[in-house]
């Protein structure tokens, strides 16, 4: 099995900044690929951003130049930065892996369970 633990989030005025970790564990082939969905009140999670084992980034439109993935691949740590936060960022942020090779047993994707972030004055 895979474990995902995700850190950080909390409340922050608008504006401000946070930081989001996360540290999966158990047999994971280095080909993964990592990233943070959230989901706010009444809406469906969403891809915030991904990064693959190569740091190949995505983003979705709404955090872009705002916000920074990175990984640290020895560890399978993924981070998120997050800058000029505004209230429409208050969601559960979802830590995700993907696992494109995988061993007998194991899912695509694992989940961590969710940190809350909230942007308020």
């Known amino acids: 099995q895979v474990q995902v633990v995700e850190t950080g989030g909390g409340l922050v005025q608008p504006g401000g900044s946070l930081r989001l970790s996360c540290a999966a564990s158990?047999?994971?082939?280095?080909?993964?690929?990592m990233g943070w969905y959230r989901q706010a009140p009444g809406k469906q999670r969403e891809l915030v951003a991904r990064?693959?084992?190569?740091?190949?980034?995505v983003y979705a439109d709404s955090v872009k130049g705002r916000f920074t993935i990175s990984r640290n691949n020895a560890k399978n740590t993924v981070y998120l930065e997050m800058n000029s936060l505004k209230p429409e960022d208050t969601a559960v942020y979802y830590c995700?892996?993907?696992?494109?090779?995988?061993?007998?047993?194991?899912?695509?994707?694992?989940w961590g369970q969710g940190t809350q972030v909230t942007v308020s004055s």
């Open positions: 158990g047999r994971i082939f280095s080909d993964n690929v």
């Open positions: 990064i693959m084992w190569n740091m190949t980034t």
């Open positions: 995700n892996v993907y696992l494109p090779r995988r061993v007998a047993g194991q899912q695509a994707d694992y």
